[in-house]
């Protein structure tokens, strides 16, 4: 038998499945959720001891692969073997980067941060200590290549089973109490319940503080990787209302799918937001996706926001609970910008969406077809498989800036087969091929409805976000979540911008500070799960010139091209000067900033 056999050939397979389901339950709540990114592929499979390569990856995770379920991860993991000590013998050699015959600190930390869970020099350097005998930070496999080797070995082999009994029991306990519960309430149906494992405990919900730097005299903010997103125990009792949408990014400017939300009786609510991923969309970290809560009107002190998302987990989803009266609320999604940003120059090579067939036919392409059938799921609000006519309208006017008349809507039912006065996704598919053989395989108007639905001429998806919206009442069963526009932020009661209200709320939440040398000009530092934002608020009544150089700032993007500007704040008012968020969403960040007055 090869040495880089799979673990489950020499396994019972029972006892292969419940491995494989220990591992799935440490990242997802339920094994019928599903994988739907190759950094989740990779940290799956990670959980069950396997490390595989980019090459292995990109054999399961294909360029057509939306996504993977339970059994397919099943599947891989039997196809692929488990690390065993020749591959850690391996790579332990490789990383004597120098070929001096030892492992530094500082070579052991480059390869453990290159990939996979990613560590700090604090934690690296106690590995090596649990090793390191002569305590010289090096660990020497020239001498004693045998024995020392055989340790360090032997500790990670250990760590990475203790982690996988560590699944087993939490799922057994946690599974348990599940089954309990549902015996205590008589309920016959059965579900699975989320496990996390002691690495990914560690890895999101302890926070780690960042260094910071002595005598340095600008603002400085740590930010951990805590992420910990505590949704209401009895959540599976409360009423469930769900709808999908999308930020658009047009000419520099964001649009979004904005919400009225009816609630005919008091209640307490739990909102979760967060983004979908495009098929062919852009390999990054997910766009962070928050959600506002309005009054339609403002309360007795002048206030229209009532709540936001702050928490998130570990998979980008942001979540807020509170109390609302009876009434009407503007239920507002939210990007800061800093990773959904306008694209600065287009491929000039040209994806082919139309062809011919051997009759002489106009046809859509393969890949054409399949971002327009990524087109109808986005634009399929309710997720019920259908476009009813509302939905078709929100997409027409997106796509044509017009609202579909009567006797349009009456050429749709004409030309292709409706299912209850709704389009399937057959008959989306259908209309523009007739749109592609009525213009004789003329693009431009196909053109112009991808480019509406933010895709490059590449068909990736650069200048749209997907999200998902959940919305649950408590005590009220007839609650209303309405679509209502795809558009730029309105003006509120008061001649209020969306970004004022933005900026009132990071003031209240927020840090101030004292900008030097003006008594009436304070900046606030806001901070979240998911990002920093930086306030500017002028008291006085001149017009004020504020240089922020925030280029200092460890591990962070933002939503400017550069970490310094220049900002001319009116009399009165208030400005958000910088929205910040890590760049790499598995390291410590730090928000540094300087101002000086102009």
Known sequence: MSRRSSRSSTMDQGEFILECKAAYLSMFDSIKEKIESQDSLLEALQQTGRNPSVKVLKKYWTNDTDELSFDDFVDICRKEPVTTSDDLMKAFRKIDINGDGYISLEELHKILTSKGEKKSKSEVKTMIDEVDENRDGRLDYKEEPVLRYSEFCKMVMSTTEESKKMQRKMMERKEKKKKQEIERRGDVSGSQVSVRSTASSVKNDLPRPSPRVKKDKSRQSSVSRSHKLDEPKNLREWTHTKSKGSFFMEDGSLICHQYDF??????????????????????????????????????EDGNLLVAFTEHRDGRGKYGVSCDLSAGKYYIMPYTTGCRFKSRKSESEKEAKLVSQDKGGKYVITKAFRKVLEDIFDYSDLDGNGFMSRKEFNL??????????????????????????????????????????????????????????????????????????????????????????????????????????????????????????GMKDLCMYTYKNDGWASLVLDNKS???????????????????????QRTLRVDPGSTLIAYHLMPEDEDRDWQVKCTETIR
């Open 262 to 299: 009816n609630l005919p009786d008091d209640s307490k609510i739990w909102i979760t937001m967060q983004p979908q991923k495009a098929s062919r969309g852009m390999d990054s970290n997910p766009v962070d996706t928050s959600v506002f809560i309005l009054r339609d009107r403002p309360d």
């Open 395 to 516: 997409f027409n006017i997106r796509t044509s800036g017009e609202e579909v008349a009567d006797e349009e809507w009456q050429v749709v039912e004409d030309r292709i087969d409706l299912e209850d006065g709704e389009i399937t996704k057959a008959g989306f598919l259908q209309l523009n091929e007739l749109e592609a053989e009525d213009s004789e395989g003329d693009t431009e108007d196909l053109w112009t409805t991808l480019v509406s639905m933010g895709y490059n001429k590449q068909l990736i998806m650069d200048q749209a976000c997907p999200f998902q919206l959940d919305v649950y009442t408590e005590d009220c069963d007839d609650a209303e979540l309405d679509v209502v526009r795809v558009d730029s932020y309105p003006t509120y009661p008061g001649d209020l911008s969306f970004d004022d209200i933005i900026s009132k709320s990071f003031i209240k939440h927020g840090e101030i500070s004292r900008v030097k």
């Open 541 to 563: 009544h001149t017009r004020v010139r504020v240089e922020l150089d925030c280029s200092r700032s460890e591990n962070v993007i933002s939503n400017h091209d550069s970490l």
